[in-house]
């Protein structure tokens, strides 16, 4: 079936540093794929998506593109914050309708000033 | 639009107790989720509706969970009885379609003791 791996964590980094968080998928047909961000005490919140080969999600300095060649939808930031510390899941739509998200493990991000 | 609404945000509950959640998804979408986050587990699908349909509740733990979706405004999750292990923030999230990605709410942290 349909599945997301994504990158163990935790990642640290110092701010402005550049940040990767990989995620690769399986998936039959034509998935949309996601990144959400979980904030500590809060819910997952949308950060970006993308639903077709070679589009490119972004929002608050974060780019993902879906790559279809190499099944990833790897996470990118080239200066990150402090207040970007969160927790990143990668996620996928599969394409039969009616099927709910499949969300990978989650990665902790914690940058430090 | 005020998103995902559910309540309580924290319950308190002793063992056998019955505990009920609640979900208010954003009008206008037609399916709802209902997950459980906890660390050892990370973030499991308890259940979906799809136009107040259940759809899939493989994810339900065991007979002590049951949700229900009597209207396309407002959907429950019951415990009963509660046990320690239930312990957990339980998330509701709705989506007007698999390419929209989910919109979260804020979660309920249930405490069984």
């Known amino acids: 079936g349909d599945s997301v791996t994504q990158m163990e964590g935790p990642v640290t980094l110092s701010e402005e540093a550049c940040l990767t968080i990989n995620c690769t998928y399986t998936a039959t047909g034509y998935p949309s794929l996601f990144w959400y961000v979980q904030y500590p005490g809060e819910g997952l919140q949308l950060l970006l998506k993308a639903t077709k080969a070679d589009d490119k999600g972004s929002n608050k300095g974060f780019e993902a593109t879906y790559r279809k060649e190499t099944t990833s939808f790897h996470l990118e930031k080239g200066s990150v914050q402090v207040s970007d510390s969160a927790v990143y899941f990668c996620?996928?739509?599969?394409?039969?309708?009616?099927?709910?998200?499949?969300f990978g493990k989650g990665t902790t991000l914690s940058v430090s000033s | 639009d005020a998103g995902v609404i559910q309540s309580p945000r924290h319950e308190v509950t002793e063992m056998g107790q019955e505990v009920t959640l609640r979900c208010k998804p954003i009008s206008g979408h037609n399916s709802l989720f209902w997950y459980r986050q906890t660390m050892m587990r990370g973030l499991e699908l308890l259940i979906y509706?799809?136009?107040?349909?259940?759809?899939?509740d493989s994810g339900m733990p065991e007979d002590r969970f049951s949700a229900k979706m009597p209207n396309a405004s407002f959907s429950t999750l019951k415990i009963q009885p509660s046990e320690p292990r239930d312990s957990a923030v339980y998330f509701c999230a709705s989506t007007a379609g698999r390419a929209d990605g989910y919109t979260f709410g804020s979660g309920t942290r249930l405490t069984v003791v």
């Open positions: 509706f799809n136009n107040n349909v259940p759809i899939d």
């Open positions: 996620a996928l739509s599969p394409h039969q309708a009616g099927t709910a998200l499949i």
